[in-house]
């Protein structure tokens, strides 16, 4: 079985603070996907970046970066100089490259992130 | 604008009733999915399909219904058995699914089902 551990369950900052939100995962594949989406208050979540088990290769995206590490099984999220638009629930979620389950994402329970000017 | 539009946005069901969500993508994507959203819970499958006239239970199939006669439609109906039904439903789509594909999916923006 696979699960995802979000054990943020809210961050507060002050807007321009650098805050990371931790994602860490279980499985039992060698190889895996792993996503990061944005929930903002209108409720549909939002596309932010898919990273293959096999690709660890970290990531940066304007003010957006990732770190995946393999042997801790992290896919940690960084926000640079957060501004309040940032403010929203994020969500990691893991999708098995194998069969033996419903063939979906598995979420974890999200990270409330709030950005106070 | 190519999206997912889902329909109503609150609903409110009675004792014993059944009630029908509205799914609707204009993305050509083959697969569709429907997750439930509880307060401080991650997002749970309750149903996808990967291609008309098919569909698959996910986690929490029980008290739930779907069907996929047409591409861009997939509603799913909260049945009288569910016996907690309030939560936020998402509905999403997919180019196309199955195991050893890394699609990402694309969201619509809820509806909040409630117990009267």
């Known amino acids: 079985a696979q699960k995802v551990t979000q054990a943020q369950t809210e961050i507060s900052v002050v807007e321009k603070e650098d805050v990371t939100l931790d994602c860490v995962y279980e499985?039992?594949?060698?190889?895996?996907?792993l996503f990061w989406y944005k929930q903002p208050p209108s409720g549909e979540l939002v596309f932010l970046i898919r990273r293959n088990s096999f690709d660890e290769q970290n990531e940066i995206s304007g003010r957006y970066s990732w770190n995946f590490q393999k042997s801790t099984s992290s896919f940690n999220f960084t926000i640079t100089a957060s501004q309040v638009v940032d403010s929203a629930v994020y969500f990691c979620?893991?999708?098995?490259?194998?069969?033996?389950?419903?063939?979906?994402?598995?979420f974890g329970k999200g990270t409330h992130l709030i950005i106070q000017p | 604008d190519g999206g997912i539009t889902q329909s109503p946005k609150y609903l409110f069901r009675k004792e014993g009733q059944n009630v029908t969500l509205s799914c609707e993508q204009n993305?050509?994507?083959?697969?569709m999915y429907w997750y439930r959203q509880d307060p401080g819970q991650g997002l749970r499958l309750i149903y996808y399909?990967?291609?008309?006239?098919?569909?698959q239970k996910g986690d929490i199939a029980e008290g739930y219904s779907v069907s996929r006669e047409k591409k861009e439609s997939f509603p799913l109906t909260v049945t009288s058995a569910q016996k907690n039904p309030t939560a936020f439903y998402l509905c999403?789509?997919?180019?196309?699914?199955?195991?050893?594909?890394?699609?990402?999916?694309?969201f619509g923006s809820g509806t909040q089902l409630s117990v009267l």
């Open positions: 999403a789509s997919s180019q196309r699914t199955g195991f050893r594909t890394n699609e990402k999916l694309f």
């Open positions: 993305l050509n994507h083959d697969a």
């Open positions: 499985t039992r594949d060698t190889t895996y996907y």
């Open positions: 399909s990967q291609i008309v006239n098919d569909f």
């Open positions: 979620a893991l999708k098995m490259y194998s069969g033996g389950g419903a063939d979906g994402l598995t």
